[in-house]
Each structure stands twice: as C-alpha cells, then as structure tokens.
C-alpha cells in the first residue's frame, strides 16, 4: 500500500490541475449599456426588482419589492406611473398580456393578480387570507413564480418554489390542468422558476435547479430538454428573433437562444458597477431589440440597446 501512495498523489495531482468543464456560451450580443436610464424622482429608488415586462407600445413595466412596487416607464426611461395601492406582499413575476393588462405574481402571497394598466384590479387566484395551496388545489399556489400567454387564449402559471407544477387556465381564469411534480425526471422540477410561449405555443419551463429548460406542447406534453445552458432563472420569447433570451442567474449573464436550445449570444457578467449583474433574475425584450435586465441584488433595471 506504501508503494502505492505516491503513484495515487500523483494522479490527485493531475486531476487538480485538469480544468474544470466549461459553461457553454456563444459570441457576445451586439448591445450596450444605456447608462442611468431609469429616471426616477428625486429621493425615489428601487427595491429588489424582480420581474420586468414590455406592453406592445414598448413601454417598461417594473416590479420590485421596494416602496413603489409598480412602475411604468417609457422606453427613454421616463416614469409614466407609479401604483400607489399594490395589494402584495412580495413581487416576483410581472407580464403584461396582449391587451394590455398587468399582471403580478406574489410569490409569499400565493397569489395571481390582474389589472388594468390603471392600476384597477380585474381578477384574484389565490386562497382565501393568502394561505398556500397543494400541488393539486386549482385555484391556489404555493409561492407562484410567472406565467405566460398562449396564442389560444390560455394562459400558464409556473407555480414553482414548493408545487413544483405549470397550471392551466382558460382566459376567463377557469382551471384546466396542471402537471409537474418535485424530481429530476421529465415533466418534474426543482423550482419551476419562469415560463414563455413561443408564437406556434410550446412551453418552455425554466427548471431553475435541475439547470435545463423543459419544452412542452400546449397540453403539457414533454417535448424536450435544455441542459448545460447555465441555470435559467428568467425566459423570455422574442418574437421578432423567434428566440428565447434566458436570465442565467447563477452565472450573472444573459443568454439568447435559438428553437434547437443552441446559444447564439450571450451578455453581461458578475458585478457591482454599470453593465454588470447580480442576481440577473428576469428580463424582457422590446420591439427594437433592446433588453431590459431585472437585478435583486444590485437593486436596479438596466437597457442594453442594439449598437448600429
């Protein structure tokens, strides 16, 4: 055994000294930094943001978990709005669907809420005092991540942290189905963290701690799976590049991906300063191409615009 050691030091050597496998990433996105683009009022700033959102006149929906949990913002960074009643206790979703409406996901509240893009509340799914549902309960959630709209009228919610499902809803918001469970296998997931709908309505599920992407049909069908992209924490569909953009939040970047789950460009890094993320947890993608990064950590939205 004593002859031994020295060949097995060796080894533990070279395997030290091996490089560890490498993330997969793509070439760099052709966008910049528009600097200080928010303009916010004197004395006001963000909470952790944790979701944003793009309405179809490119105006910018931001949801944080500061003072002023709501605000609008034209695409120059002007606010337009700020709601001063927001019924929730902690943001985390934000999608503002093909009307106009907006609507939040409170991911402590258990709730899925629906306004007008006044601010006046149209409809509630949740428990009765916020209470948490089961993984088979229709209309409750236990802390609820996003949703998405189908080109059928449907809408999904990506019920994530403890359910560990995707609930379907017809768009008068009365139940269909849901499926998922907590595991590693097809059709489970580890914090079902986000979810888009591309425009011939496949599901792509971002299952955060598994760290792969799930696609499905409109039924809940398995489609596919996304590994070795880095660990998705937002999706996004763009319609105009029929590619999904991915908040990789443990990697601090975002990732921009084609229909075949192949990166074609990724953006950003970990950091404090301008330009940089942490905790990049949800982004959005207006009609020009640029994208608009939601941080908790660095407390801020920022736009990087197409350089021409």
């Known amino acids: 055994m004593t002859r031994l050691l020295p060949a097995v030091l060796a080894f533990g050597a070279l395997l030290a000294l091996a490089p560890a496998q490498s993330l997969k990433s793509g070439p760099p996105l052709p966008h910049g930094l528009v600097a200080n683009w928010a303009q ?3 004395g ?8 944003v959102d793009v309405d179809r006149h490119d105006n910018v929906w931001v949801f944080n978990r500061g003072p002023h949990p709501v605000m609008q913002f034209d695409k120059n960074g002007k606010l337009l709005q700020a709601w001063k009643e927001v019924p929730v ?8 669907d093909p009307q106009g409406n907006v609507w939040l996901v409170d991911v402590v509240g258990h709730a899925l809420l629906k306004f007008t893009p006044q601010g006046k509340l149209l409809m509630v799914i949740a428990n009765a005092g916020g209470q948490p549902g089961t993984n088979d309960t229709p209309y409750a959630f236990n802390r609820p991540t996003s949703l998405a709209f189908h080109p059928n009228g449907s809408f999904y919610v990506s019920d994530g942290y403890v359910n560990q499902r995707v609930v379907r809803y017809t ?6 189905k849901h499926w998922g469970s907590k595991g590693t296998g097809n059709s489970q997931f580890d914090i079902a963290h986000d979810i888009t709908i591309d425009r011939d309505g496949k599901l792509y599920v971002a299952d955060r701690t598994n760290n792969r992407i799930q696609v499905f ?5 398995f489609l596919n799976k996304w590994t070795g992209v880095g660990q998705p924490w937002g999706l996004y569909y763009a319609a105009r590049d029929n590619a999904i953009y991915m908040c990789d939040g443990e990697n601090n970047r975002v990732v921009k991906l084609n229909l075949d789950g192949q990166i074609i460009g990724t953006l950003g890094s970990f950091g404090k300063a301008p ?3 942490d905790f990049a947890h949800h982004m959005a993608v207006d009609s020009t191409g640029a ?9 801020r939205v920022q736009k990087f615009a197409i350089v021409r």
């Open 40 to 42: 916010l009022p004197e």
């Open 44 to 51: 006001w700033n963000f909470g952790e943001v944790s979701g």
């Open 89 to 96: 206790k902690s943001s985390h979703g934000i999608r503002v």
């Open 171 to 176: 768009k008068d918001g009365d139940y269909v």
């Open 217 to 221: 049909d409109a039924d809940g069908n």
């Open 275 to 277: 330009g940089k993320f």
């Open 291 to 299: 994208i608009y990064v939601a941080e908790i950590k660095n407390w």
